[in-house]
């Protein structure tokens, strides 16, 4: 993966931070050319300078900002028009992840049944049908949900069993290690600095105070940064696909606070024996992280 294609797709996090910025160029009238800096920017939003590097990155690719030169921060670029599109867009993408996350709770708590129509869900969360349909759009681009032969909805049958948790972890457990090992790998340096930071912040942070999408966007990025370093496209897709039915389960999970720093550690560790050359301690390593996620429920 180059650096090139990781910038071409900042995470969730990264583009809500994206709005953050243009919200704050908005709200404060900050008309083109106006001068921007991450120091500046990180204060206001309280923030780290690296996510905001990283935010102000994809504006430039947005063209909403352009960098002035090394270390002197950025100009606004984008008219007041560009910008309320922005934020109208980011509003909702937020009310489509606010329901995505209200149905994999229920659905996990057994709140919602494993067959449903269109009109139930309405009724239920007092939604729109074109905001649900681009939500049941997306669960079905993730292969949570499917369409019925004749009328409605149905869970997709991997979800929610004990069974099929473990099956997913035993398969995971062979794959990831194996991606390690690929001749091919190659590890992007520039995402290992990036996904070192991302951790690192969650280490400073409060464990308490922090959000579990946030842990698992961080976790799934770099499970499938390491399966994308393989340069076997085969594994990268497994581990995507893994990580989309992972994504619908754990953001309506708690971990405890012990454990998502062991994970954040684990990590760490296994990317510096990946740094050091070392990929068969580095998959003993991830083979070992594996087992120990494996035995938290949902």
Same mark, same amino acid.
């Given at each position: 993966?180059?650096e090139t294609q ?7 996090? /990264? ?23 991450? =120091? ?9 300078? *690296? ?5 102000? &990155? ?8 352009? #960098?002035?030169?090394?270390?002197? +921060?950025?100009? %606004? *670029?984008?008219? #007041?028009?560009?910008l309320a599109s922005?934020?109208?867009?980011? +509003?909702?993408?937020?009310?489509? &992840?606010? =329901? ?7 659905? %996990? !708590? ?8 269109? !009109?139930?869900?309405?009724? /239920? ?14 669960? *079905? ?7 019925? =032969? +004749? ?22 457990? %062979?794959?990831?290690? !194996?991606?390690?090992?690929? #001749? !091919? ?6 995402? @290992? ?7 690192? &912040? ?20 770099f499970h499938e ?7 076997? $496209? ?9 990580? /989309? ?10 971990? +405890? ?8 550690? &684990?990590?760490?560790?296994?990317? @510096?024996? %990946? ?8 998959? *003993?390593?991830?083979?070992? $992280? ?9």
């Amino acid at each position: 993966m180059s650096e090139t294609q990781e910038r071409s797709e900042p995470s969730k996090l /990264q583009r809500k931070l994206a709005v953050q910025i243009a919200e704050f160029i908005r709200d404060n009238e900050l008309g083109e050319d106006a001068h921007l800096t991450e =120091l500046g920017l990180a204060e206001a939003l309280k923030v780290s300078r *690296t996510p905001v590097r990283r935010a102000l &990155e994809h504006l430039t690719e947005l063209n909403v900002v352009a #960098p002035m030169g090394p270390r002197r +921060g950025f100009r %606004v *670029t984008a008219s #007041p028009e560009a910008l309320a599109s922005l934020t109208t867009e980011a +509003g909702r993408s937020d009310e489509e &992840e606010e =329901l995505y996350i209200r149905i994999a709770g229920d659905y %996990v !708590a057994s709140r919602l049944p494993e067959q449903f129509s269109e !009109a139930d869900v309405m009724r /239920q969360y007092g939604v729109s049908r074109g905001l649900l349909l681009r939500v049941l759009q997306r669960m *079905t681009r993730e292969r949570v949900i499917e369409r019925n =032969l +004749g009328y409605g909805w149905r869970f997709a049958p991997l979800l929610r069993s004990m069974e099929s948790h473990d099956e997913s972890y035993r398969f995971r457990i %062979v794959l990831e290690p !194996a991606a390690i090992l690929e #001749p !091919a790998f190659t590890l992007d340096l520039a995402w @290992a600095g990036r996904t070192r930071r991302a951790h690192e &912040e969650i280490l400073k942070a409060p464990l308490a105070n922090l959000s579990m999408i946030k842990f698992f966007e961080i976790n799934a990025e770099f499970h499938e940064g390491l399966a994308a370093c393989s340069g076997n $496209h085969f594994f990268h897709e497994a581990v995507q696909l893994q990580n /989309q039915l992972r994504r619908f389960l754990s953001y309506s999970w708690t971990y +405890g606070q012990d454990r998502i720093a062991d994970s954040c550690h &684990e990590h760490m560790e296994i990317l @510096a024996a %990946v740094e050091a050359g070392d990929r068969e301690w580095a998959a *003993t390593l991830m083979r070992r $992280h594996l087992d120990l996620a494996s035995r938290l429920k949902p």
